[in-house]
């Protein structure tokens, strides 16, 4: 399980062998008093990924790491996206997310100089543009800060038409539906987050994201070609009224 870590130790981010027993529920019904809350900015594709890489891990990641005290985020995720969920090229290129312990502590930390520093240093490297928001985890925190594991399949839900229709279905079936398959899919761990804006206050792009964790990529494979899995995607449809995209990953330590 990848436990939740300061970027001023990036190098140590990594995944351990031993998975959760028990998927994470959401508990958007009955959320806690102060779920951990988040910045996350979602790469487009670059013109030139190795440009990209290069100035990311040689000078945008250390400078995230020297920002962490001002900025007060207790731990980071780094993601690379491999292909959509069908196989196909994958629809955006990288997901970092700096988690907080709550809101406030969120908003304190993105008014200051810090954060904008780091800010400004995207337009730097980040050629095909991104999507930057903040949001909130609606599965249990302690699940988060337990860790996770190494590979994941996410769903990044568009805007439904009906808001209040989406997260009817999604609690009392959708939900159930993934945890009653996962003995089968044999995922470690889910994250349900739900976003709250886009960083420049304007609405959210995204309305939520879901991720199951592996523990390996052949895992990821074997779990996301069950029945059970093919039923929860099939369910999507169900909710999802405003669209989604499908995507597998891996979380990233080094170019």
Same mark, same amino acid.
């Given at each position: 399980?990848?436990?939740?870590?300061?970027?001023?130790?990036?190098?140590?981010?990594?995944?351990c062998?031993?998975?959760?027993?028990?998927?994470?529920q959401?508990?958007?019904a009955?959320?806690?008093?102060?779920?951990?809350?988040?910045v996350?900015?979602?790469?487009?594709?670059?013109?030139d !990924?190795?440009?990209?890489?290069?100035y990311?891990?040689?000078?945008?990641?250390?400078?995230?790491?020297?920002?962490?005290a001002?900025?007060?985020?207790?731990?980071?995720?780094?993601?690379?996206?491999?292909?959509t969920?069908?196989?196909k !090229?994958?629809?955006?290129?990288?997901?970092?997310?700096?988690?907080?312990?709550?809101? !406030?502590d969120?908003?304190?930390?993105v008014?200051?100089p810090?954060?904008?520093?780091?800010?400004?240093?995207?337009?730097?490297?980040?050629t095909?543009?991104l999507?930057?928001?903040?949001?909130?985890?609606?599965?249990?925190?302690?699940?988060?800060?337990?860790?996770?594991t190494?590979n994941f399949?996410?769903?990044l839900?568009?805007?439904?038409?009906?808001a209040?229709?989406?997260?009817?279905?999604?609690?009392?079936?959708?939900?159930?539906?993934?945890?009653?398959?996962?003995?089968?899919?044999a995922?470690?761990?889910?994250?349900?987050?739900?976003?709250?804006?886009?960083?420049?206050r304007?609405?959210?792009t995204?309305?939520?994201?879901?991720?199951?964790?592996?523990?390996?990529?052949?895992?990821?494979?074997?779990?996301?070609?069950?029945?059970?899995?093919g039923?929860?995607?099939?369910?999507?449809?169900n909710?999802?009224?405003?669209g989604?995209?499908?995507?597998?990953?891996?979380?990233?330590?080094?170019?």
């Amino acid at each position: 399980m990848r436990r939740l870590i300061a970027l001023s130790s990036l190098a140590l981010l990594a995944a351990c062998a031993k998975p959760d027993a028990k998927p994470a529920q959401d508990t958007t019904a009955q959320a806690p008093a102060a779920p951990m809350a988040f910045v996350t900015v979602i790469y487009n594709t670059p013109k030139d !990924a190795g440009a990209f890489e290069k100035y990311y891990w040689d000078n945008h990641i250390p400078l995230v790491g020297t920002k962490q005290a001002e900025v007060g985020f207790v731990g980071a995720e780094l993601t690379k996206f491999d292909a959509t969920l069908d196989g196909k !090229a994958p629809t955006y290129y990288r997901q970092a997310v700096l988690w907080f312990n709550n809101m !406030a502590d969120l908003q304190k930390g993105v008014a200051t100089p810090g954060f904008k520093a780091i800010g400004d240093d995207l337009a730097k490297f980040a050629t095909g543009g991104l999507i930057g928001m903040i949001g909130e985890q609606t599965s249990d925190p302690a699940a988060l800060l337990s860790g996770d594991t190494v590979n994941f399949v996410t769903v990044l839900y568009n805007q439904p038409k009906d808001a209040a229709a989406f997260e009817s279905y999604y609690s009392a079936t959708h939900i159930p539906l993934v945890v009653k398959g996962a003995a089968e899919i044999a995922f470690s761990r889910a994250e349900l987050t739900k976003f709250s804006s886009n960083l420049d206050r304007s609405p959210a792009t995204f309305y939520r994201q879901a991720k199951l964790y592996f523990p390996t990529q052949a895992a990821l494979k074997t779990g996301t070609a069950t029945a059970a899995f093919g039923a929860v995607g099939g369910d999507l449809a169900n909710f999802a009224t405003g669209g989604l995209v499908a995507l597998v990953g891996h979380l990233t330590s080094t170019r």
